[in-house]
């Protein structure tokens, strides 16, 4: 790698298939208090909260009182339930593992999500990847979540810390499935490819470039785009083809 520099994944829609099973463990979670959320709902609005947002979002939209211990104790019976599920499903993307490891011999790599640290861990530690991450921030990590740049802005700066590096952060990819994520990465100053496990290429606006997942993507590609200095906020090469 010439350009390259590190690398920064979000994690549920990017390196696990689990937001089918968050939006499940909401429905159920949010059922029992008599509240409904439609997996159009879902994948429009609250993909991008991480679990408080989420509660704190959907209360104020539908105009419903939510204090803290009553948010605390729903977003644990939600955690009880997704913890269930992962725990009888093979969660992660084709292509993920081996893009993953090929990223970590090559420079350092960063986690940065709305998904909370020991659901992170319990994955990649049964894939067998959980060590090749410099750094993971996760919930509750920063004050805000995305899309503010904040996660995203800690995982940089973790990142440049921990490897030693004078890292750039024009030369540093984050890769994200949606525009909440996306927005956040750009509001870090790192560059950004879409991946569309969860929405079209027509909705990750911003990206630099989109493919249509981890297993389409090569270190090359992203050093390409490190190396090119029209780095604007305007997407490019939305439906590319990685090379």
Same mark, same amino acid.
Request: charged share 20%.
């Given at each position: 790698?010439?350009?390259? +520099? ?17 939006? $499940?463990?909401? +429905?159920?979670?949010? #059922?029992?208090?008599?509240? *409904? ?24 939209? $539908? ?19 997704? +913890? ?5 499903? !093979? ?25 909370? $640290? ?12 959980? %060590? ?11 004050? +805000? ?14 990142? /440049? ?15 994200? *499935?949606? /525009? ?16 569309? %496990? ?25 050093? /390409?785009?490190?190396? %090119? *200095? #029209? !780095? ?5 090469? !939305? ?5």
């Amino acid at each position: 790698m010439t350009a390259l +520099q590190s690398i920064v994944f979000d994690f549920d829609g990017v390196i696990a298939d689990s937001e089918p099973l968050h939006l $499940r463990a909401f +429905q159920q979670t949010l #059922a029992e208090e008599g509240l *409904d959320l439609s997996a159009a709902d879902y994948y429009s609005h609250y993909l991008g909260y991480d679990d408080v947002g989420l509660v704190r979002a959907l209360a104020a939209d $539908r105009g419903i009182a939510m204090n803290e211990p009553r948010t605390a104790a729903l977003v644990a019976r939600k955690g009880t339930r997704l +913890q269930e599920m992962l725990g009888g499903d !093979h969660v992660l993307f084709p292509g993920a593992v081996s893009f993953i490891r090929s990223a970590a011999a090559e420079v350092p790599i960063a986690i940065a999500s709305g998904a909370l $640290r020991r659901e992170i861990a319990q994955i990649t530690e049964a894939a067998g990847i959980w %060590n090749l991450f410099t750094t993971v921030v996760a919930a509750g990590d920063t004050p +805000q979540s995305k899309p503010s740049p904040a996660p995203y802005h800690l995982a940089f700066e973790r990142l /440049r810390e921990r490897s030693g590096r004078d890292l750039d952060p024009d030369r540093c990819v984050a890769i994200e *499935d949606s /525009r909440w994520g996306i927005a956040s990465a750009r509001g870090a100053g790192l560059r950004c490819v879409g991946v569309t %496990n969860s929405y079209a290429a027509s909705e990750l606006e911003g990206a630099d470039l989109v493919v249509g997942g981890l297993g389409e993507l090569t270190l090359l590609t992203l050093d /390409r785009l490190c190396a %090119n *200095d #029209a !780095h604007t906020t305007e997407p490019r090469g !939305h439906g590319a083809q990685a090379t």
